[in-house]
Nanobody
Framework: QLQFVESGGGLVQPGGSLRLSCAAS????????VGWFRQAPGKERKGVSCVSSSDGTTYYVDSVKGRFTISRDNAKNTVYLQMNSLKPEDTADYYC?????????????????WGQGTQVTVSS
């Protein structure tokens, strides 16, 4: 079964940090671009960041640039999202998914199934 398992979420104070992990099972992650998405309560799911499969190109939405860093460890079949200087507006469920592509200026469409997500709450 092809799936992602997201982990690393939790409750953190504003200004704090978390590192999310996205572990793939049932397939080899190295051949795919991978993106992180988030869905706040009552809102639609939106892309946050992605990393390409080939040259490590990364993309970030403006709201997280300079605070979030995406990386991948193909040996561990895992993609990470390091989140620093967290803000209350970062509160959401975070998901990862395979992408058709990841470019410098855009995230491609995702495909395949979603994982169960990991919840991030930024609150004092």
């Amino acid at each position: 079964q092809l799936q992602f398992v997201e982990s690393g979420g939790g409750l953190v104070q504003p200004g704090g940090s978390l590192r999310l992990s996205c572990a793939a099972s049932g397939f080899t992650l190295s051949g795919y671009a991978v993106g992180w998405f988030r869905q706040a309560p009552g809102k639609e799911r939106k892309g946050v960041s992605c990393v390409s499969s080939s040259d490590g190109t990364t993309y970030y939405v403006d709201s997280v640039k300079g605070r979030f860093t995406i990386s991948r460890d193909n040996a561990k079949n895992t993609v990470y999202l390091q989140m620093n200087s967290l803000k209350p507006e970062d509160t959401a469920d975070y998901y990862c998914a395979r992408m058709l592509y990841c470019g410098l200026a855009t995230m491609g469409p995702h495909f395949g199934s979603w994982g169960q997500g990991t919840q991030v709450t930024v609150s004092s």
